[in-house]
């Protein structure tokens, strides 16, 4: 089992999954060679995942943490609600 969780965890780091916290699994990536910020859309009804990217959005997220001299050296950003199937 640990070999497993080392593997998510590798894959994680280059960028080639995203945890899901909210969820407890994984997405692959979608986006996968671009440096990026994922965002991702969550359906609470359906629990499809879209990954969603908003370079703007971040480039001011980082701007406003660096303000209060925190260095970010990831994240993932999930927003709860309804996909488009669904409401
Ligand atoms: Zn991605
Ligand atoms: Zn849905």
Same mark, same amino acid.
């Given at each position: 089992?640990m070999? &497993?969780?080392? $593997?998510?965890?590798?894959? %994680?780091?280059?960028?080639?999954?995203?945890? *899901?916290?909210?969820l407890?699994s994984? !997405?692959?990536?979608?986006?996968?060679g671009?440096d990026h910020?994922?965002i991702?859309? &969550?359906?609470? $009804?359906c629990?499809?995942v %879209?990954e969603?990217?908003?370079?703007?959005? *971040?480039?001011?997220?980082?701007d406003d !943490?660096?303000?209060?001299r925190?260095?970010?050296r990831r994240?993932?950003i999930?927003?709860?609600?309804?996909?488009a199937?669904?409401?």
């Amino acid at each position: 089992m640990m070999g &497993i969780y080392r $593997a998510l965890d590798f894959l %994680e780091e280059v960028g080639a999954i995203h945890r *899901i916290q909210l969820l407890g699994s994984f !997405v692959v990536c979608r986006q996968w060679g671009r440096d990026h910020t994922p965002i991702m859309l &969550i359906c609470t $009804a359906c629990e499809n995942v %879209e990954e969603f990217v908003s370079d703007a959005t *971040i480039a001011t997220l980082d701007d406003d !943490v660096r303000a209060v001299r925190f260095q970010r050296r990831r994240a993932t950003i999930e927003l709860r609600g309804l996909c488009a199937a669904c409401h």
